[in-house]
């Protein structure tokens, strides 16, 4: 699977010139699937928060970019309908679109979902994560970044990569994501770090990591 992990969405020219370089194609001819799931397991989550995000109405632009199809795909009803069902729908979309909220509660339905164990089939398959839904793709979130609890504890996430995230770095509404504080969070990880900022986003083809970015960001080694 291709990976485009931002924090904020397509924010601008760079990241979605990114974004068609790994479709391989124009959007316009690309078939997207969004998950709007990680949404509901953080504290500030909202239906009209997941509405927004499928109908484009967010600061964060993932699902307005004027995809040929589009659709939704709710990871915790899919235990509920089998996989003979929804696995085509997964396989025929050009990219899956996953939005921000918690990323524990999103692994934890990814894995309930055996989406995750979908992925590894996939390499043509584009991944856009938004904040938590790029967040998933680590080792570990970190202490900073638990919200809702998984049933077996800990920060651990699905380690598609062997980096981790912070998001939204020095935005002007989050005082306590200043670089200052990825420092902090960075030290206790014991894996390399990216902070990125809403203008950057990190892209994983095969295991090689490019930051593409109109912004700031640091990498920190362990």
Known sequence: MKLLLTSAGIKNDSIRNALVDLLG??????????????????????????????????????CELGWKSLGVLELTALPSIGEERWVPWVREADVLLVNGGDALYLCHWMRQSRLVDLLP????????????????????????????????????????????MFPHLDHPSLPENSL?????????????????DDQTAIKVIDGEVEVISEGHWKRFTP
């Open 25 to 62: 194609k124009s959007i316009a001819e690309s078939n997207a699937l969004c998950i709007p799931t990680a949404g509901y397991g953080h504290p500030s989550g909202s239906p009209g928060g997941a509405w927004r995000f499928i109908t484009g109405q967010s600061s964060t632009p993932m």
């Open 121 to 164: 089939e996939l390499p043509e398959k584009v991944w856009v994560g938004l904040s938590a839904g790029s967040m998933v793709m680590a080792p570990r979130i970190g202490e900073d970044f638990v919200g809702w609890k998984p049933p077996t504890g800990g920060d651990e996430t699905l380690g598609l990569v062997d980096f981790a």
């Open 180 to 196: 200052a504080d990825a420092e902090r969070w960075a030290a206790g990880l014991g894996v390399p770090a990216y902070a990125i």
